[in-house]
């Protein structure tokens, strides 16, 4: 929901988890800095979902957790979008379980 996280942080559940111990997961699992990153995984699903063209770029930038470069209006438009967004996400995973299903990947 829109209190929550998929991936909070170990410390407080207010906060989600970071890109330092997602990459932390990456490295324990064996891939190396050249493989694969929070950031490079982040850039890559911002890439197909713009190139897709289903989507507004805003709705996409939100998703992500891009911050909005005026403070304010940022704080009382976290919601904005979050019905596209939500439909994006499920886009996004079904896309990926192709990917992953298909000789594609």
């Given at each position: 929901?829109?209190?929550?996280y998929v991936f909070p942080s170990a410390r407080s559940s207010k906060r989600p988890m970071s890109e330092n111990t997602l990459n932390a997961a990456?490295?324990?699992m064996g891939y190396s800095k050249e493989e694969v990153t929070a950031h490079g995984l982040r850039a890559t699903?911002?890439?197909f979902l713009n190139e897709s063209g289903l989507w507004n770029p805003d709705a996409?930038?939100?998703a992500l957790a891009h911050?909005?470069?005026n403070?304010?209006?940022g704080i009382y438009h976290r919601g904005k979008h979050w019905d596209e967004?939500?439909?994006?996400?499920?886009?996004w995973s079904d896309y990926l379980d192709e990917l992953?299903?298909?000789s594609k990947a």
């Open positions: 929901g829109r209190e929550g990456f490295r324990r699903a911002s890439t996409i930038e939100r911050g909005d470069s403070v304010v209006r967004r939500v439909r994006m996400a499920q886009w992953r299903l298909s």
